[in-house]
C-alpha cells in the first residue's frame, strides 16, 4: 500500500523534461531518510548518496515526463505549442491539460477545427498537433498573458491516478515516475541493512529528451556499475504481437539484454548475470528483454568515459507515452525488490 500511494503522489506531480523541480523535491523527501547525503548537480539531476565500501553502483530514474511548451499566443488568446518529448498526436487531441503559468496553474483544453467543417478527406486523416491548440478560456493575447501565460511556458497533462481492476493502475507519467518509485522504495530496503558498497540514487533530468541528465551525472559520478531504472511496454494487448514484445503485466521485473536493436543498449553481460542469478536465488520473477524500439538512461550511461557497465530494470507498462499509462502494482513491487537484492550482493560480482 505505501509503494501505491508513493506512485500516486509521484505520478500525480508535474514535471515536463527541464522542469523537474516538483518531482525533484518529493524524491528527495522521500529518499532523503535512507542516504548519507543528497546533492543537485549543475544539470538538475538528483544525486542521493549511500556510502560503503567496495564497488560503487548508480542506479538512474529519470524524473521528466512528455509534456508541451507554449510556442506561442495568438491574438485571441489561444495557445499554439510544441511537444516537449515523444507525443503521438492522435493521443494529443481533446485532452485536458495543466498550464503553468507564472501566477499558477491554468486548466486548458487541447481543440482543433471541427469535423463539421472539414472536407471528407479531411475528415479521413489524423489531426496532426501542430493544427492543434489549447484554449484557456482568455478573451485574447493580452487577456492569456494577464493569466501569466507567456512562450516557454510549460504544459502537462491533467489526469489523476485511479486504481482499475486486479491491481491494476492508471495514471499520466508512470513514465517514469514509477522508476522514481522503485528506486526510493529500493534504498529504504538497503537502508536495513549493511551493503559493502557505496550507492549513487539518482532522479536525472530531461531523459525524454536525449537522456541529458544520465550523460552528465553518469561523467560526474563515474560508477563501476550502473542500474536505469525505468517501464518498458508489453505484448499482451490487442495491436501489439509477441513479435514486437514478448512482455507481459504480472510476469515480473523485466532485466534489459538488449533495446533499440543494439542502436541503444546492449547490456554487459556480467550485469545482466548479476541480475538474473539475484532474481532467481530471491524467488523473485523475472523476465528478460531484446527490444527492437525504446531505450533508456542506461545508453548514455554505458557510453560514458571509458564506459560503464550497464543493464535496465523495468516495469512493463501499457500505453506509454500516453495520459493513460497503465502498469500492475504486484510487478512494481518485484522490480523494488530485486534493485534492493541486487545492491545487497553487488560486491559477489564486481
Request: charged share 25%; proline share 3%; hydrophobic share 40%.
Amino acid at each position: 500500500m505505501e509503494l501505491e500511494k508513493l506512485l500516486e503522489k509521484l505520478s500525480n506531480a508535474h514535471g515536463i523534461s527541464g522542469y523537474e523541480n516538483n518531482v525533484k523535491q518529493i524524491m528527495e523527501d522521500e529518499i532523503r531518510p535512507y542516504v548519507d547525503e543528497t546533492r543537485t548537480d549543475k544539470m538538475g539531476n538528483l544525486i542521493a548518496t549511500k556510502k560503503g565500501d567496495g564497488p560503487t553502483v548508480m542506479l538512474a530514474a529519470h524524473m521528466d515526463e512528455i509534456g508541451l511548451m507554449v510556442q506561442y499566443i495568438d491574438d485571441n488568446g489561444f495557445l499554439h505549442f510544441v511537444k516537449i518529448g515523444g507525443w503521438f498526436d492522435q493521443t494529443l487531441h481533446s485532452q485536458r491539460v495543466v498550464v503553468h503559468g507564472s501566477n499558477g496553474q491554468i486548466t486548458g483544453v487541447i481543440g482543433s477545427k471541427p469535423p463539421h467543417v472539414m472536407k471528407e478527406e479531411d475528415r479521413k486523416k489524423p489531426v496532426k498537433a501542430e493544427d492543434m491548440f489549447i484554449d484557456i478560456g482568455a478573451k485574447d493575447k493580452e487577456d492569456a498573458m494577464k493569466m501569466g501565460v507567456d512562450v516557454g511556458t510549460a504544459i502537462s497533462m491533467d489526469r489523476d491516478f485511479v486504481s482499475l481492476a486486479n491491481g491494476l493502475v492508471t495514471c499520466k507519467a508512470f513514465d517514469n515516475r514509477a522508476g522514481v518509485t522503485m528506486l526510493i522504495d529500493a534504498m529504504r530496503q538497503i537502508s536495513e541493512t549493511k551493503v559493502n558498497a557505496t550507492i549513487h540514487a539518482v532522479g536525472t533530468v530531461q531523459e525524454e529528451v536525449g537522456l541529458k541528465g544520465a550523460r552528465t551525472s553518469a561523467f560526474g559520478l563515474n560508477p563501476d556499475v550502473a542500474i536505469a531504472v525505468d517501464v518498458t511496454f508489453p505484448g499482451d494487448h490487442p495491436g501489439i504481437s509477441k513479435n514486437d514484445s514478448a512482455l507481459e503485466m504480472g510476469k515480473g521485473a523485466v532485466i534489459t539484454v538488449v533495446d533499440a536493436s543494439g542502436r541503444g543498449l546492449i547490456a554487459d553481460r556480467t550485469v545482466v548475470k548479476w541480475l538474473k542469478e539475484t532474481a532467481e536465488e530471491n524467488e523473485i520473477p523475472y523476465q528478460l528483454n531484446v527490444g527492437g524500439g525504446g531505450t533508456t538512461d542506461a545508453t548514455a550511461i554505458h557510453l560514458t568515459r571509458e564506459g560503464i557497465p550497464s543493464s535496465t530494470i523495468s516495469v512493463p507498462t501499457r500505453y506509454i507515452h500516453s495520459p493513460v499509462e497503465v502498469l500492475s502494482l504486484e510487478d512494481l513491487r518485484f522490480c523494488a525488490d530485486l534493485i534492493a537484492k541486487a545492491v545487497q550482493n553487488i560486491d559477489k560480482y564486481f
